[in-house]
């Protein structure tokens, strides 16, 4: 061959894409393409004039008593040009399995074999060959396979084992070159076996792949984890992958395997198990009610923003704690019912505690608990919830509802009673009345002359009835809005004398009203004919709850700007425990009701009502069986007009 015609050879085949290996007659080789010199690790230079079984592992050098390239050639015809698996060396020693295709051309000196290369595409078109099955099983075997080593059931139960692993499994020598991997593998990348033998991992772009195989070649078992993204399939796996290292027979290390674990599915688990996880915790943290777990050794292992706000400690706090570390001695109580639950393993539902069951001081709380056992899957007791719900405003609620509840029926009571007395007070001085009357028309129709006296009597029956109406009246008035004042300067002397000069005039001789005027006169800006009832109502009191007579002490003095008035008895006095209610609506005393007085319980209401509207106070001190006093003070004149002025504007008419 000329020079020329060398190139064009060389031109030639280097134009064919797959790897192509060149030899003359003696098997020694001629020419190497680029691509074969990458799947073979040698340069053209380095191999030329070299015999070809350089490239093939011994125990292939004879096939059948037979030179392998003369093997290859024989055979190739009688297979119809299909191609065979034959393991060949790369540069170092490492096996690769390929599909081979023998040719022949030229004759003598100018003979050439060729052999074209391709790598074990995933679904082989290759048919078995003696050499073939030995060689693709010696590397199941870490490459410690020999050619006089058989295929036995244990090898082919390996490789079953490894095909039908769950798990992606591949073998990488230590250029690395993937030389070997199973189905599930090439389905996790998403690449054709053909792409994925051959592949040195060292080109892949993940440089944390590639640090994890760099490490297993030292001898190192690496881990990794994360998204592998196939430049080929445009996919990405999450995958976890362990590399181990391998040795050869020598305990050299001769390559590694990789355990590639597809963990989408637990990706997605988990994802989902932190959503969840999220949202409980969300649910938890917000609720609006105390929350809280606690291990079987009563400490916090959970609490929500509500109960450490109940608790008065920031929730991290909690944890790894205590009730009592975190409550103080009170908690000490809380953990004895928590350890209850935890022994009975029964739950306990609204349990009410309050805020003075774990401090002295501070607001008072009340708080309305449910503890439960929490067990796992497998029925174990993992420890205590709390649910604990702060029901200070709803007891308050409940308390005020209860208040509201006794008073409406202490109202009911006081109505009821008063119609009775009512009815009663109002009937009394009729029936008097009816038989005055009677008496008196009877005389009239006999010629005979009126009685004065029965007539007098008449009168004061009419008069009780009046006064009691009238007190029906003024009361009802301060009810709506209040009495009528018709203020004006008022001598205070002058009018107690002229009310006790009226009362004595009505009432019988078994009491002495004794009056101790001031020594100068008072003067008060007053509304003369209420001041009158106030006087006249004390006075009456007087005289009807002093049932043995006695004298009445009235006194009138100044102190300071204010008029003081006395009425003093030697009755029944009130006790002590009644005094404060004496001014109030339909009150009566509790020993009046022994003696039968009558009254409505109105005339001190309208007493107080009128002293205070006139900016007075009226005041009673008494002993029961000894008497009582009763005080009202009124500004005098010269004190009052500020305040009266004022006062007028709206309250006086
Ligand atoms: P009434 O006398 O019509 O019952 P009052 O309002 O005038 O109503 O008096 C209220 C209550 O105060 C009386 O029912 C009585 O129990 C008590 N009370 C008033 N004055 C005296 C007094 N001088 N001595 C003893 N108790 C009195």
């Known amino acids: 061959m000329t020079r020329s015609a060398a190139d064009d050879f060389k031109l030639l085949v280097e134009a064919i894409a797959d790897p192509l290996v ?31 079984t350089l490239l093939v592992p011994q125990r292939l050098h004879h096939v059948d008593g037979c030179p392998l390239f003369h093997y290859l050639l024989d055979r190739q015809p009688l297979r119809g040009g299909c191609p065979m698996l034959l393991p060949l060396q790369r540069r170092g020693g490492e096996e690769l399995l390929l599909e081979v295709t023998a040719g022949r051309a030229g004759q003598d000196e100018h003979q050439r074999l060729v ?11 290759f048919t078995p060959e003696p050499f073939a099955q030995d060689v693709s099983l010696q590397l199941w075997h870490d490459g410690h396979a020999s050619a006089t080593r058989p295929f036995s059931a244990a090898d082919r139960l390996y490789q079953a084992i490894i095909e039908n692993a769950p798990l992606g499994i591949l073998h990488f020598d230590k250029t690395p070159v993937i030389t070997l991997c199973n189905d599930y593998f090439v389905r996790i990348i998403g690449s054709s076996k053909r792409l994925l033998i051959g592949l040195n991992l060292l080109t892949l772009r993940d440089e944390q792949i590639m640090s994890c195989v760099r490490a ?13 993204a196939s430049v080929t399939a445009q996919k990405v796996t999450p995958v976890r992958v362990h590399f181990a290292p391998c040795y050869d027979e020598h305990g050299q290390l001769n390559g590694g395997i990789g355990i590639i674990e597809d963990v989408t599915v637990q990706r997605r688990m988990e994802e989902e198990r932190a959503t969840q996880s999220a949202l409980v915790d969300t649910l938890l943290r917000t609720a609006p009610i105390g929350m809280a777990f606690l291990d079987s050794h009563l400490r916090y292992v959970r609490v929500n923003d509500m109960l450490a706000r109940m608790n008065g400690k920031p929730a991290d706090e909690h944890i790894g704690c205590r009730p009592r570390e975190i409550l103080g001695p009170g908690g000490t109580k809380l953990e004895q019912v928590l350890q209850d639950v935890l022994e009975t393993g029964k739950p306990l539902e609204h349990l009410e505690m309050n805020s003075r069951d774990f401090y ?51 109202a009911i009571r006081v109505r009821d009673d008063f119609l009775t007395v009512a009815s009663h007070e109002l009937k009394t001085p009729l029936t008097p009345l009816s038989l005055r009357l009677a008496s008196l028309e009877r005389r009239l129709e006999q010629g005979e002359p009126a009685d004065p006296s029965s007539l007098r009597h008449a009168r004061q029956h009419l ?12 009361a009802s008035r301060i009810e709506s809005g209040g009495l009528a004042l018709h203020p004006q300067p008022t001598r205070l002397d002058a009018l107690t004398e002229h009310v006790i000069r009226v009362t004595e005039g009505t009432h019988g001789a078994e009491h002495r009203i004794a009056f101790h005027p001031s020594s100068t006169p008072l003067q008060v800006l007053g509304d003369p004919y209420r001041l009158e009832q106030v006087i006249a109502n004390l006075l009456e009191n007087a005289l009807k709850y002093s049932p043995d007579g006695g004298t009445i002490d009235v006194a009138l003095e100044p102190r300071d700007e204010l008029a003081l008035l006395s009425v003093r008895d030697p009755g029944i006095g009130i006790p002590a425990d009644q005094q404060q209610h004496l001014f109030e609506r339909y009150f009566r005393a509790r020993n009046v009701s022994t003696h039968s007085y009558g009254g409505l319980g109105l005339g001190l209401y309208i007493c107080r009502d009128i002293v205070e509207r006139h900016g007075g106070r009226i005041w009673v001190e008494s002993e029961v069986g000894r008497g009582s006093t009763f005080y009202v003070a009124l500004p005098t004149l010269q004190q009052k007009q500020g305040s009266l002025e004022q006062a007028s504007e709206h309250s006086v008419h």
């Open 115 to 125: 052999l074209s290369l391709r790598r074990v595409p995933e679904s082989p078109s």
């Open 360 to 410: 002295e001081d501070g607001p008072v709380h009340h708080w309305a608990s449910s503890l439960y056992p929490v067990r796992g899957k497998d029925g174990r007791l993992l420890g205590i919830g709390a649910i604990v719900e702060d029901i200070t405003e709803r007891k308050a609620a409940e308390q005020e509802r209860a208040r509201l509840y006794r008073e409406a029926q202490e």
């Open 463 to 474: 008069l009780r009835l009046t006064a009691l109406i009238n007190d029906l009246l003024d």
């Open 216 to 228: 297993t070649l030292t001898g190192q078992h690496t881990y990794y984890e994360g998204n592998y």
């Open 22 to 52: 060149a030899c003359d007659g003696q098997e020694r080789i001629v020419h190497l393409t680029p691509p074969a010199e990458r799947l073979l690790g040698w340069t053209n230079e380095e191999l030329r004039g070299r015999p070809f």
